[in-house]
């Protein structure tokens, strides 16, 4: 079992700055891979960035040059995400995955004013 906490959404204006964070219950070296994910409302979750256990990310085009996947230390995960724009508007997940099993943290709003 893998507990997530996420922290850091917020409201920023367009072109501003964020850095959201997850923290896992376990060393993230022993989780698979880390990603964020969001969500609109309606929508299914769709991938943002992921990073895995050897330090590979990808990233997904809508943010690429904008966003970047990181980890912070043996336990934390970030998603530093710069130029944000009004369509990054959304409901960000943490997720971690180990082996066959995914788990997810309870989300953070982000919400960028035009």
């Known amino acids: 079992q893998v507990q997530l906490v996420e922290s850091g959404g917020g409201l920023v204006q367009a072109g501003g700055s964020l850095r959201l964070t997850c923290a896992a219950s376990i060393t993230i070296f022993r989780i698979d891979s880390m990603g964020w994910y969001r969500q609109y409302p309606g929508k299914q979750r769709e991938l943002v960035a992921a990073?895995?256990?050897?330090?590979?990310t990808v990233v997904a085009d809508s943010v690429k040059g904008r966003f970047t996947i990181s980890r912070d230390n043996a336990k934390t995960v970030s998603l530093q995400m710069d130029s944000l724009k009004p369509e990054d508007t959304a409901v960000y997940y943490c997720c971690a995955r180990r082996s066959v099993d995914s788990y997810w943290g309870q989300g953070t709003q982000v919400t960028v004013s035009s």
């Open positions: 990073i895995s256990s050897g330090g590979s």
